[in-house]
């Protein structure tokens, strides 16, 4: 089987074939063995035969809002996406490096304060809008440098995880 | 579960007291409602569950023996109705309430009306509650026991008082000062002036922030010292009028005026301090005739001098960093002291820790993007053990941590012989912490102890916002090349090995199990292409 993912903002070719007891897993055209246990429903235990025998513990869970995996290597959380899926999802909300920019509600919540208008220049990491959440007043700030394009976020309106706030070009 | 009844299960417990308890109700939720539960078996006290909507699953209902629903998942419409948890204490048959923490730990009406049904509230008197309450109140009680206040105003500065008087009292007490709320806690309703020219918008914003969060806009003003460091002292008092204090705790460790990291005993006090600062705690706890549970808190300069800067009258979050270190299990002492028992702990001892504990408040907040709070569901959940370790969680796997409430979902403990020593277990600890589903700021704390000021104790309470600020948004951890490979392999692997990937759960949340089987659907399309 054959994946394409991307981490790290590479793409990594992998492809996974069963040899015997174990996995053949080839890399971007390197290939390891992988003992793989399986733990649970999301948890698998890695042994990798490099120059030793590398035990990994690694934990894989999807993102609801984005559809991105989320991989724990040991205590490091890894954003991974497959088959591009991971390009999609910036287009519906993520920091994309270019075209517009949707700044979207991570959480359920209620807008307190709308911080900008339509046609601000804002800065990146400037705050944007502030969403009260889990009794916590949060900043959503911009991603990178642009204009305000649209404004959907409405002072005092509740909004669901996902909707739409701002728009930056 | 299968657990004989209740009433086959207690036995006289061996007491001093006067009334017999055999059945708490603990008004509120999570880990704080489960820690009670647990001292009450460990005391033979049938523990009573009450829970919000969304709190139905939640691991303080399924520990409970008995369960009552008080209502919709906001706090106002469940865990801050005192008439529903009164009602179904009387309808429990409960002797006892147990208000654990926040919601209505410091409210004196509650207090109030657990009493007025003829039940034992776990906890301080109304009238304690009341003065230590009121902020400017609490400073004049210090004041009256000899001990030092930060300068400030003594009085409650009212929404009516002109910008003028309110600028001729922060000249006299000087810049930089504190604008705070006089009901405040949490942060809220409090604002740095620096400059004389912001003081008006400064007492505007702080006003409306404190009438919004606590219905009250009268705020005071105080001198904002320079990097002192957060030092509290943890008391228990009982209906005899004994007041025992135990070695301080330090949380100069803040985000935002909120503790994040807690230690004991603090690097930064000498035995000379000590012995002066938890006798200042003890008097001004006596003046006031304080019962049961409670802690003040000071600040302590750069040059060893301190000042009391408020009460609270309740147990902590930090408390179990305080029982680590002195053996002394605080819920259950403040069982026994509510129910007539008088203290027969060692003072000498309380003040003579062994070893050293910290605790990290595990939050589900994003660190990465400004500490967001992320809620949702934990798809896998490993909790770390071994020698010294301590987890006081409420979560459990497959749990929804919902948007309704404070996001803390574990309070991880360590302890070891010295700090450096209890540090490298912390270390280990949240190694091998797992949480999967949501974000925590468990690689917030991996960084956190490995800054050389942690390592050195060489802290303040303005220090972690100051860092924070510094770094502005860079990620706490950044995985390696052999991580970010080892993450692809695991992601092939996984998908390669299973037709469902990431596979729902039993539980009820219709939003996640489409999502699940969305991403079934995806992958298996992926497969047939």
Redesign the interface.
């Known amino acids: 089987?054959q994946?394409e993912?991307e981490?790290?903002g590479?793409t990594?070719h992998?492809?996974?074939a069963r040899t015997g007891g174990t996995?053949a897993?080839t890399?971007d055209g390197r290939t390891?063995h992988?003992d793989?246990a399986?733990i649970?429903?999301?948890?698998?235990s890695?042994v990798?035969d490099k120059v030793w025998r590398k035990s990994?513990?690694?934990?894989?869970?999807?993102d609801?809002a984005t559809?991105q995996?989320?991989?724990?290597?040991?205590?490091?959380?890894?954003a991974?996406a497959?088959?591009g899926?991971r390009q999609s999802a910036r287009k519906d909300g993520g920091a994309a490096v270019s075209g517009p920019q949707r700044v979207v509600a991570?959480?359920?919540?209620k807008v307190v304060r709308v911080l900008v208008q339509a046609g601000d220049a804002v800065r990146a990491?400037q705050p944007l809008v502030v969403v009260e959440?889990?009794?916590?007043e949060?900043?959503?700030?911009a991603g990178r440098d642009g204009t305000v394009a649209h404004i959907h976020a409405q002072e005092g309106a509740s909004v669901e995880a996902g909707a739409l706030l701002v728009v930056i070009q | 579960m299968c657990r004989p009844g209740a009433d086959t299960l207690v036995r006289p417990y061996k007491y001093n007291g006067s009334a017999l308890v055999k059945k708490i109700l603990i008004a509120n939720r999570g880990e704080i409602a489960v820690r009670v539960i647990r001292a009450c078996r460990e005391m033979d006290i049938s523990p009573v569950a009450v829970y919000s909507e969304c709190d139905r699953p939640a691991m303080h209902v399924r520990l409970a023996d008995e369960a009552y629903p008080i209502g919709p998942s906001a706090p106002r419409d469940s865990y801050l109705r005192i008439d529903r948890i009164v009602d179904a204490a009387l309808k429990a048959g409960a002797d006892g309430v147990h208000p654990g923490y926040g919601f209505l730990a410091e409210n004196e009406a509650f207090a109030a009306a657990v009493r007025d049904a003829g039940l034992i509230f776990i906890g301080p008197t109304p009238a304690a509650i009341e003065t230590m309450g009121s902020k400017t109140e609490a400073r004049r009680a210090a004041e009256r026991a000899g001990v030092p206040v930060v300068p400030g105003t003594n009085d409650p500065i009212a929404a009516d008082v002109p910008d003028a008087n309110i600028a001729a009292a922060a000249d006299r007490i000087g810049y930089p000062l504190l604008v705070k709320a006089v009901a405040g806690g949490g942060g809220k309703g409090m604002r740095t002036v620096v400059d004389r020219a912001d003081l008006a918008s400064a007492v505007r914003a702080a006003r409306s922030e404190a009438s919004a969060a606590f219905g009250d806009a009268a705020i005071y003003l105080e001198r904002r010292l320079t990097r002192p460091r957060h030092i509290e002292v943890q008391l228990l008092g009982d209906a005899g009028g004994a007041v025992l204090p135990f070695v301080e705790r330090e949380c100069s460790i803040q985000r935002r005026h909120q503790k994040v990291v807690e230690e004991t005993p603090s690097p930064a006090v000498s035995p000379s301090v000590r012995r002066a600062i938890t006798s200042a705690a003890a008097a001004v706890a006596k003046g006031v005739g304080y019962t049961n549970a409670g802690t003040i808190e000071f600040l302590l300069d750069e040059d060893g001098r301190f000042y009391f800067l408020e009460m609270n009258t309740r147990l902590q979050v930090e408390h179990p960093i305080t029982e680590m270190v002195t053996g002394v299990d605080l819920v259950q002492w403040q069982i026994r002291i509510a129910r007539g028992e008088t203290l027969t702990l060692d003072p000498d001892a309380l003040l003579a820790p062994r070893g050293h504990a910290i605790e990290c408040r595990i939050y589900a907040e994003d660190p990465d993007n400004n500490f967001l709070p992320s809620p949702g569901r934990i798809a896998a959940l490993r909790t770390p053990g071994g020698p010294g370790i301590r987890d006081d969680s409420g979560a459990t796997e497959g749990l929804d941590v919902p948007i309704f409430y404070d996001p803390m979902i574990s309070k991880l403990v360590a302890w070891a012989d010295d700090r450096p020593r209890a540090i490298a277990r912390m270390r280990r600890a949240l190694g091998e912490y797992r949480v999967a589903g949501i974000k925590t700021t468990i690689p917030f704390f991996t960084w956190l102890l490995a800054q050389p000021e942690f390592v050195d104790a060489a802290v303040h309470t303005t220090y972690l916002d100051e860092v924070l600020k510094a770094r502005s948004g860079r990620p706490f951890v950044e995985p390696t090349l052999e991580v970010q490979e080892i993450a692809a392999i695991a992601a092939a692997v996984q998908a390669a090995l299973s037709p469902a990937p990431v596979a729902p759960h039993n539980g009820a949340s219709t939003v996640n199990t489409a999502f699940h089987w969305k991403s079934q659907a995806r992958i298996e399309g992926l497969r047939q292409a």
């Open positions: 089987m994946y993912i981490v790290g590479r990594r992998v492809t996974v996995l897993v890399l390891w992988v793989a399986r649970d429903a999301h948890t698998l890695l990798v990994y513990d690694v934990v894989t869970t999807s609801a559809g995996l989320t991989v724990l290597v040991g205590e490091t959380p890894v991974v497959m088959n899926r991570p959480m359920p919540g990491r959440a889990m009794k916590m949060n900043e959503l700030r």
